[in-house]
């Protein structure tokens, strides 16, 4: 597996913007499918975006289309989360995910995920 590991949460007011880090270690991230995933409190866990492994194929929830954005750098082994706009329905930890070696496709499937990040806290205030 690989280790993930997330950064850019934090607090911001409604209308603002965040740009969420999922950086990699332990092997090449290149080979495989990212996504990212969050968990509101009292929630079940809901699929934001996916990304394929080259970076050219991208898929998102209904509700962050328009206003977040997956893109991923293999040269730095980093995925990101472009988050504009945000609302207070925003407010969530965010999970980054990867798929197995060589399991290019993207997905908005959370099974097809078999590693993840701890997470981060992501606060939008009104």
């Known amino acids: 597996q690989v280790q993930l590991v997330e950064s850019g949460g934090g607090l911001v007011q409604a209308g603002g913007s965040l740009r969420l880090s999922c950086a990699a270690s332990?092997?090449?991230?290149?080979?495989?499918?990212a996504g990212w995933f969050r968990q509101a409190p009292g929630k079940e866990r809901e699929s934001v975006a996916a990304?394929?492994?080259?970076?050219?194929?991208?898929m998102y929830a209904d509700s962050v289309k328009g206003r977040f954005t997956i893109s991923r750098d293999n040269a730095k082994n980093t995925v990101y989360l472009e988050m504009n706009s945000l609302t207070p329905e925003d407010t969530a930890v965010y999970y980054c995910?990867?798929?197995?070696?060589?399991?290019?496709?993207?997905?908005?499937?959370?099974?097809?995920?078999?590693?993840w990040g701890q997470g981060t806290q992501v606060t939008v205030s009104s």
């Open positions: 995910a990867a798929r197995a070696r060589y399991h290019t496709k993207q997905t908005m499937s959370a099974n097809e995920y078999d590693s």
């Open positions: 332990g092997r090449t991230l290149s080979s495989s499918a």
């Open positions: 990304i394929n492994s080259s970076g050219g194929l991208t």
